[in-house]
Nanobody
Framework: QVQLVESGGGLVQPGGSLTLSCAAS????????LGWYRQVPGNQRELVAFISSEGSRTYADSVKGRFTISRDNNRNTITLQMNSLKPEDTATYYC??????????????WGTGTLVTVSS
């Protein structure tokens, strides 16, 4: 069983930066695709970014150029560096682990989420 634990959420002013981290348990971390989703209450979860086992990165159009996803296979961690934050980035952010291919990214495991609030 895989456990994903997020950290780093909080309150930040518009234009600011925040880094989310996720620690993953389980074996064979390096072979999986890892990603971040976010959700605003009342809305569906939205894919923010994912990174394949080979290191290929995919981003939602809404965060391209502002967010960077990275992974450390030695430490079983995933990070999401968020810059130039906007109020519309306010959401609960979820760390995920799964697989990816021509059809996109399929999630097998979800973290419990960390809240990011962008407000002045």
């Amino acid at each position: 069983q895989v456990q994903l634990v997020e950290s780093g959420g909080g309150l930040v002013q518009p234009g600011g930066s925040l880094t989310l981290s996720c620690a993953a348990s389980g074996n064979f971390f390096s072979v999986y695709t890892l990603g971040w989703y976010r959700q605003v209450p009342g809305n569906q979860r939205e894919l923010v970014a994912f990174i394949s086992s080979e290191g290929s990165r995919t981003y939602a159009d809404s965060v391209k150029g502002r967010f960077t996803i990275s992974r450390d296979n030695n430490r079983n961690t995933i990070t999401l560096q968020m810059n130039s934050l906007k109020p519309e980035d306010t959401a609960t952010y979820y760390c995920t682990q799964g697989t990816s291919g021509p059809a996109g990214y399929s999630v097998d495991y979800w973290g419990t989420g960390t809240l990011v609030t962008v407000s002045s």
